[in-house]
């Protein structure tokens, strides 16, 4: 899993925004979005966040913004020297480091109110004895009572689906004009999928066009929830986005 994934989001560190008509605005939107939820949650700043998903810093920038203590990791060293950079550009502050989600027990060190994990992180985890060890790694860091928050797509409908082709966006913005869509390439079983990310720039009369492939599996809502019941987690819910605002459904527990 470590080495496909970690090389998956090593290739986009540098293009990430480029999937949003404008990333600042996402990241002050989404932080205001994931605020309200953790507010409602009971779990207002400045309380301790550890994002151990948190690519570009989507979401662990938006939170800091908001006056929560966060701790940043990826997998991928490029996408968390990209957070640093945003950090500094964005005159907010948090801490990062590079940390595997399943190993999290052994490489971040401290507890934390909230642990976080967005933007469909978890379906890397192709296997149920990964899903299952992220779930106790994740599970490891909280305070007891402490809240954990994640999103994943939603794979009850897409499973009976089996989309192979995601609607083009183009996108006018100040770093230029661009195209983005996806082809989806489902295993036999249904279980997994292959994700080619094309981004297409103009370049001369021409355009240029780049690729990124990363796999996921398509997690139903049960089995998420089953991984994180077994890793001592309670009071589980499921948000959908027209509850929160967030583009993807939403699951939150609470360490016993």
């Known amino acids: 899993m470590s080495e496909p994934v970690r090389d998956f989001y090593e290739g986009l560190a540098e293009e990430y925004h480029l999937l949003f008509a404008n990333w600042a605005q996402t990241v002050e939107r989404q932080g205001a979005t ?38 940043a990791t990826d997998l991928s060293p490029s996408a968390v020297a990209r ?4 950090a500094r550009v964005m005159g907010v502050h948090l801490t990062t480091g590079v940390a595997d989600m ?25 296997t149920d004895e990964d899903l299952d060890a992220a779930a106790n790694a994740m599970v490891s ?11 994943i797509r939603d794979y009850d409908q897409l499973m009976t689906q089996q989309p192979r082709f995601t609607s083009e966006r183009v996108l006018d913005a100040p770093e230029g004009r661009r195209i983005l869509f996806q ?33 996921y599996r398509a997690l139903q809502r049960v089995e998420v929830e089953r991984a ?15 509850e929160t605002g967030f583009y993807q459904p939403i699951l939150t527990g609470r360490r016993l």
Do not use: M
């Open 34 to 71: 994931l605020d309200a939820l953790l507010r409602r949650s009971g779990a207002p700043p400045p309380r301790r966040v550890l994002d151990c998903a948190c690519g570009i810093g989507t979401q662990a920038l938006g939170l800091a913004g908001r006056g929560y203590v966060v701790h």
């Open 83 to 86: 957070a640093e950079r945003e």
């Open 102 to 126: 399943r190993t999290l027990d052994v490489q971040v060190p401290g507890a934390f109110d909230v642990v976080v994990a967005f933007d469909n992180a978890i379906p890397h985890l192709l």
């Open 141 to 151: 860091r909280l305070v007891p009572g402490g809240l954990l928050a994640l999103s």
């Open 183 to 215: 082809v989806w390439d489902w295993a036999p079983d249904g279980r997994t999928y292959k994700v080619h990310q094309f981004i297409l720039r103009p370049e001369g009369s021409g355009w240029q066009a780049t690729e990124h492939t990363g796999v």
């Open 228 to 242: 994180l019941t077994r890793a001592g987690l309670v009071d589980t819910r499921w948000y959908g986005p027209e």
